[in-house]
């Protein structure tokens, strides 16, 4: 609980002064802040808001459910709650105990706690839990219609007193219940005060029913038309929805399990109460008859009898005397009595029939010993303390049942108390407090008691009066310190003469009137009603009244007098009371006006007064204040010091907390109660922690309120970093995976290919026809090379295979392949290349020798070493012209020689640092074009081969790449073309030409920038 943050003292044992202004000042702070709950220790004081507050929601429940008392602001879900979980937990009956006088709000707390019960047992919406706190809820329904009444003080006046038992399974499962009521105010049906009503059932009946069923029950839509709802002018019950409520009655008859034939018997009930309050006597001489007989035998055919039946029973008196049976007339004032004794009997016994029938319905059906143990909540909403103007035996009885309940209370909370420090291990302090048990016995005690004293006046034969019993108290009471009367004590004139007696209850003094007294305690219905009513030929009429199957003659003994009968239910209500764990709520009225906003201070203090609140807060302070479960303190204020927080290492949770009041009590400051520190304000028990003043709680709660933000903050940074932490190593967990898997991938294709490649050495191709398989992304670059190293290997291999002296045809091979593979339609000749193919007797036959000589000269003259090249070629020159040539391409210089001249050079030679670049044909032809610096270019076309048509192209190529790489360490271009660019006398050309091949070649101009090469086979 938020003690700092709530209005007030959310607990009046926090009260830093114990008096009844400081109390009654935080009551009024709470109450105006809309904080209608404060606690007392884990007593529930409730002020009645008199408007519809929204904290019943379902979210509260949630909220409240499975918490502590001091873990959230005061509410009476709490209570409920720790009812509820001390009955599950210990398996233990508990009961709550809601009381306060009329309109404080009793039945609503009642109902509040019913619903929060079958709100947290309903979780699993079982159909038979669901059945059973269905029922539990709807009984109260048609209770309310038959014991409520709208009184000057309440709109819905519960004018009987109820307590309902809660049966509930191992589990914690509603299984079934149990209700007792208490007298019922029935005097209401025959006579209500000023301003107020009947039982809410009549009016509901005569607004709400159909015209057919008020038919059938001769009655009429019309309130005034009855003697006993008839209502004066004062009565404003416009705010009361009957027709409304008739159809939530009868809804809830239903949902309960009335039969049809009940519900209607209920019904003639309530009409023959109606009709008996409109019959009239008249006086014939000394003879009293009935005036309006028609009315009699509308009564009779309800009541399922004769008309004379009712008649006589109603004007005559059947008595046995001496074995004879006589009748005896009434007076007309008997008569008139029995009239009402009869309604009040009628609607009694009614009420008291639907409580059995209901109890017959709810009862628990399972065999509960099979599953276990079953335990109980009991929830007490009985009448509370009434002072009125003129106070009669009603009220004698309703104040002697809060002697009671306030006995049972103090004796409660004392011995709870007690048992829990004997259980603690902590020394019992004696508390003072005023012991109401005198008071009770002035009213219980057998032969001295007030109700004995009465009994017995009215156990004597003869005319006793009220007066006389007055006497006989006043004899047998004098001297008692809490009773008074004026005989006594003869100066009171606030007591008449032979009329008034004063109780000092422990909640007040109350002056009651003798007058009334002994008829309402003989609570005389004759036997001849009884007999009417038993003969029946309705059954459920008939089975009410099981006694009047009693004969006249019978001897019976007295019944018991209706003092007695409350007495006794009173001490069994104590018993069961006392055998449960008890939970009260105390409930506070907070003005008269129903107003949500007033707070009358004199009628509250007068209340709280009254309930003893006071008393309860100084019970509950004279022993600890506050306790705790160990674990519970720990996990509060566990951040307060190092030695506890996060985690303490103690032995026990007990030594933890110890060593955290130690460590929090030597800090410079602390005082409670002008002391240093805590320790002399506590006590350890076994279990618990004992607080012996709020100071210290509150205290703790301010030093935590400090702490808690830093804690937020600590709790948020721990979040992130876990958060961050979690997101940081789910991402290297991913990457890990993604190296893992490609890893994997790696090995699954290394581990293939070099399967594929096992047996490379020993295949004929030397792997050339294995397939590679697709390389992962990563390995795409690797399985380039690892080609590369393939073919380099079998290359070497196949290299390794030639003889050497093949090998510069080798390497000439390589170079044109280079330079024309895949580019030219036919980049290589097989067979052996000779190069030098002017000097060769085979492709040169007539002028080889001539040839052979100017070569020689040459090379005398230019001091090159070898020819690289040599060939008959087809030249064009910048004019265009084309003229045979032959070229010889020595390892120094580029030479053209004129055929037609015994080869004689053309030129002194071009150098072959000069050549750029060589350009040739995409397809077959023979086309070679030698691109020069600072030269035009030399563009010849190789012809007069032997054979004819042979491809020296890629030789020539071959032949002068390799040259220039060997002798100048140089890569020359080579282009290929469709066509091809040449620079001839500053100009470019471009050579174009058709896809023949043959023996002879030709330049054609087309133009001045392009030539055509046409070749043909002549
Ligand atoms: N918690 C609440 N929230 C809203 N209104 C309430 C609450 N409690 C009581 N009331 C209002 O006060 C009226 C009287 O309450 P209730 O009938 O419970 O009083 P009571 O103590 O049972 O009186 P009585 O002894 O006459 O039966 C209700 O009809 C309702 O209007
Ligand atoms: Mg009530």
Redesign the pocket.
Known sequence: MDIIQEPGKPDFVLLDNLTLEAFMENLKIRFQKGR?YTYIGEVVV?V??????NI?TPEYIKDYKGREFWEKPPHIYALADAAYKSMKRYMKDTCIVIS??????????SK?IMNYIASITNVSARAEIERVTGILLKSNVILESFG?AK?N???????FGKYMDINFDFKGDPIGGHINNYLLEKSRVVHQQSGERNFHSFYQLLLGATEQTLTSLHLKRDVDAYNFTRQDQSNNSRSIDDKRTFREMTGAFKAVGFTHDEQKALFQLLAVILHLGNIEFVLNGDVVGVKNKQVLSQIAELLGTSADAIEQALLTRVVAARGEVISKLHTHEDTCFARDAFAKAIYERAFSWIVQRINTIIEVKLDITRYGKSTLIGVL?I??FEIFDNNSFEQFCINYCNEKLQQLFIELVLKQEQEEYLREGIDWQNIDYFNNCIICELVEQPHKGIISILDEACLNVGTVTDVMFLEAMDKKLKGHGHYQSRRLSPTDKDLSHNQDFRIIHYAGKVRYSVVGFMEKNKDQLFQDFKRVLYKSSNKVISDMWPEGAQSVKEVTKRPLTAGTLFKNSMIQLVGKLSSKEPYYVR?I?PNEM?SPIQFNDDRCEHQVAYLGLLENVRVRRAGFANRQPYSRFLQRYKMLSSYTWPNHQCKGDKEAVQALIKDISSRPGILVNGKPGFEHDVAYGNTKIFIRTPNTLVTLEEQRVDLIQYIIVLLQKMWRGANARRRYKRTVATYKIMNRYRVYKMRCYLLEMSKRFHNVRKMRDLGKSVVWAQPPKVLTQLAEHMKLMHARWRAGHIVKSIPHDQWPLIQLKCAAYDALHGKRSNWLRQGKWEGNYLASMSDNAAQASSFQSVSNNIKAKHSFNKVVFSAHVRKMNKNNKSEDRALLVTDKLIFKLDPKKGYKPMTSGVLLRKVTGLSVSSSSNQLLVIHLDGHDDLVTCIHKTNPPNQDRVPEAIGCIMRVIKLEQNRDILVNVGKSIQVKLGGKTKTISFDETNGATSNFRKVSNTSIMLTTSTT
């Open positions: 209608i409730s009645n808001p008199y408007k519809a507050m019943f306060g006088e009329s309109g404080a709000g009793k039945t609503e707390a509040i409520n009184t003080r309440n709109d819905n006046s519960s004018r909403d009448y509370g409930c009225k129903k």
